[in-house]
């Protein structure tokens, strides 16, 4: 080998002889890392007992009828199933959906629908399509996080709108609107993360009466919608007056199904429809074509009804378990709300405790939780938590009630 090519290899980086490599786009030097990813690689060990992520429980899952599904696709048609598929997503998959979805009081065409690899990526296009650097997004405050990373990866400005135990406070949401002239308007207004919160009807029209005088978009986040235990459904925001042309309503299957198959659709306005196809098509071409075929196959072969009345049965003692055992296992002045479906409580500890202070003594029992201040937009409660009740049996959180309460005394030295 010649000396000097030798050289080159021994020169190390940032040498006179070689240059570094450019820095970081700005948009990823300031967006952080997931908070609730972080804790979940903290708390994966099988012996700890974790309120922390928002992870559908295993053993609910169809796995019998997900697997018979993709056999069958497999099977009868592996030459498409197997190969490139549209942008716009199977066919079939997006006829079950609007199906669905117009069953449940939306009426929806299946050419209104794109499928996403899960409705992260479907927020992530609307994103890319809608948003300028600079751009001003209002969302709930405290906002679901990978929203806020979302945002934060296109070099949007976000304000947080103000809420109340009701959620997201119409008054404010139209001050805000009129003085921060916003693109777009993100919220979960069902069962909403963190907070399990709902909004009324009556506040769902003010949003969207409020969208249309001011002239802004609406993502509707609906993850968990189908996830109700008790109460009746409240129609979408998409469907009040003013509302329907400026709506992107978001679906996803990760909690009515199964979160692996990383499946998500957006319902879109005619305006969004072609630019997010073409934003699809640069992000992923398309989403998974044998993933789609089985979907579509398992709802045309299985009624989900069926088996969401299953899963809401078990999750429904579950939330009991967890809401009726807080007295025990928080400090007195601790507060806290009961949702009447979804996959969280929202809790606020007294005054003067500070949640991700008190973590690592919490983990060091086997027990977890989510700190609420990540999830604040504007300024954070770090007294606020974030408790999750679908992972585990009644049985187990019960236990891991009696070691959150047990790592909350030893933490404030009153034990």
């Not at 009630?401 to 404030?412: I, K, N, P, S, T």
Request: glycine share 8%.
């Amino acid at each position: 080998m010649p000396d000097a090519i030798l050289a080159d290899a021994r020169t190390p980086l940032g040498t006179p002889d070689r240059a570094p490599v450019p820095e970081l786009a700005a948009r990823a030097a300031r967006t952080g890392s997931s908070p609730v990813r972080d804790i979940l690689a903290l708390t994966a060990r099988p012996e700890v007992i974790s309120f922390a992520g928002g992870l559908p429980a295993p053993e609910l899952f169809d796995a019998a009828g997900m697997a018979a599904a993709f056999q069958h696709v497999l099977t009868a048609d592996p030459r498409r199933t197997l190969q490139y598929s549209t942008s716009e997503g199977d066919p079939a998959l997006r006829a079950a959906v609007a199906a669905r979805t117009t069953a449940r009081g939306l009426p929806t065409d299946p050419d209104e629908l794109l499928v996403t690899t899960g409705s992260q990526q479907g927020l992530s296009l609307l994103a890319t399509v809608l948003l300028e650097p600079g751009d001003t997004v209002l969302v709930e405050d405290p906002c679901y996080l990978a929203a806020l990373q979302i945002f934060s990866l296109a070099g949007a400005r976000v304000v947080p709108v103000p809420t109340d135990d009701e959620g997201i406070d119409p008054a404010a949401l139209d001050e805000l609107a009129a003085r921060e002239r916003p693109k777009l308007l993100y919220v979960i207004p069902t069962f909403q993360n963190p907070t399990g919160r709902t909004l009324s009807a009556g506040r769902r029209a003010a949003v969207a009466e409020i969208a249309a005088r001011r002239g802004l978009w609406i993502a509707e986040d609906d993850p968990y919608g189908e996830l109700r235990f008790e109460g009746e459904a409240v129609p979408w925001v998409a469907s009040f007056p003013g509302a329907e042309d400026r709506t992107v309503l978001l679906g996803s299957f990760s909690k009515v199904m199964a979160p692996g198959l990383r499946l998500g659709t957006l319902r879109l306005p005619a305006p969004l429809r072609r630019p997010c196809v073409i934003a699809k098509q640069a992000a992923d071409l398309h989403t998974s074509t044998v993933d789609q075929a089985a979907a579509a196959r398992y709802l045309a072969t299985t009624d989900l009804d069926v088996h969401l009345a299953r899963v809401c049965d078990a999750y429904r003692e579950r939330r009991d378990a967890l809401v009726d055992g807080l007295a025990t296992a928080l400090p007195e002045g601790s507060r806290w709300n009961r949702p009447s479906g979804g996959m969280f409580v929202w809790t606020t500890l007294p005054a003067g405790y500070d949640a991700t202070a008190l973590l690592p003594e919490v983990v060091r029992h086997d027990v977890a939780y989510v700190p609420g201040a990540p999830f604040f937009a504007g300024t954070p409660d770090p007294a606020s938590v974030r408790l999750s009740f679908v992972t585990h049996t009644p049985e187990e959180i019960r236990e891991g009630l009696g070691r959150l309460r047990g790592a909350l005394v030893a933490a404030r030295g009153e034990g």
